[in-house]
T-cell receptor, first 114, second 112 residues
Framework: AQSVTQPDIHITVSEGASLELRCNYSYGATPYLFWYVQSPGQGLQLLLKYFSGDTLVQGIKGFEAEFKRSQSSFNLRKPSVHWSDAAEYFC????????????FGTGTRLTIIP | NAGVTQTPKFRVLKTGQSMTLLCAQDMNHEYMYWYRQDPGMGLRLIHYSVGEGTTAKGEVPDGYNVSRLKKQNFLLGLESAAPSQTSVYFCASISESTYEQYFGPGTRLTVT
């Protein structure tokens, strides 16, 4: 069965600093990987996704993520965070395009300090 | 184009009461999902549907029932609510072309 681990429950970053959120997955074949963001009281919004091809994927709001098969990781990065990036971030994995059930990680809450 | 909408946004139930949560999408998606979100546990799949008239169990289906009588609607029912069902419930549908899940704004349910 597929699984996702987000080892950091809460991260605090200064505005303007760089950010990296960690995501490790478990799945036998090539997974479909996603990062979602959830602002307080809101639903989830897709930031980016990886299906195949270039292992560095660009998303919305200046985020990027890199798929590393050897490390079973799909870490999310941003070079310079803004106060509006404060939210909860979820990594998710899907088995294949025909299996649309996503498994979500437990989330990382990001706090931005001025 | 409203995307995915959920009704109601908030609800308080007493133990043993029943209710139905409505999810509607106007994107003509085949696949729809119900998740619950609890602190520290991420999103867990309750039930899902791969098309009108079909439903299937997810990770945590006990205590819930669903129906998909129309393609655009996916209903989640609680026949006899329990305090353990206090949670935020999210509905989602998926685009078969982009594989992106679109989420509703959520329903906050409290069972006392």
């Amino acid at each position: 069965a597929q699984s996702v681990t987000q080892p950091d429950i809460h991260i605090t970053v200064s505005e303007g600093a760089s950010l990296e959120l960690r995501c490790n997955y478990s799945y036998g074949a090539t997974p479909y990987l996603f990062w979602y963001v959830q602002s307080p009281g809101q639903g989830l919004q897709l930031l980016l996704k990886y299906f195949s091809g270039d292992t560095l994927v660009q998303g919305i709001k200046g985020f990027e993520a890199e798929f590393k098969r050897s490390q079973s990781s799909f870490n999310l990065r941003k070079p310079s965070v803004h106060w509006s990036d404060a939210a909860e971030y979820f990594c998710a994995v899907g088995a294949n395009f025909g299996n649309e059930k996503l498994t979500f990680g437990t989330g990382t809450r990001l706090t931005i300090i001025p | 184009n409203a995307g995915v909408t959920q009704t109601p946004k908030f609800r308080v139930l007493k133990t043993g009461q029943s209710m139905t949560l409505l999810c509607a999408q106007d994107m003509n998606h085949e696949y729809m999902y119900w998740y619950r979100q609890d602190p520290g546990m991420g999103l867990r799949l309750i039930h899902y549907s791969v098309g009108e008239g079909t439903t299937a169990k997810g990770e945590v289906p006990d205590g819930y029932n669903v129906s998909r009588l129309k393609k655009q609607n996916f209903l989640l029912g609680l026949e006899s609510a329990a305090p353990s069902q206090t949670s935020v419930y999210f509905c989602a549908s998926i685009s078969e072309s982009t594989y992106e899940q679109y989420f509703g704004p959520g329903t906050r349910l409290t069972v006392t």
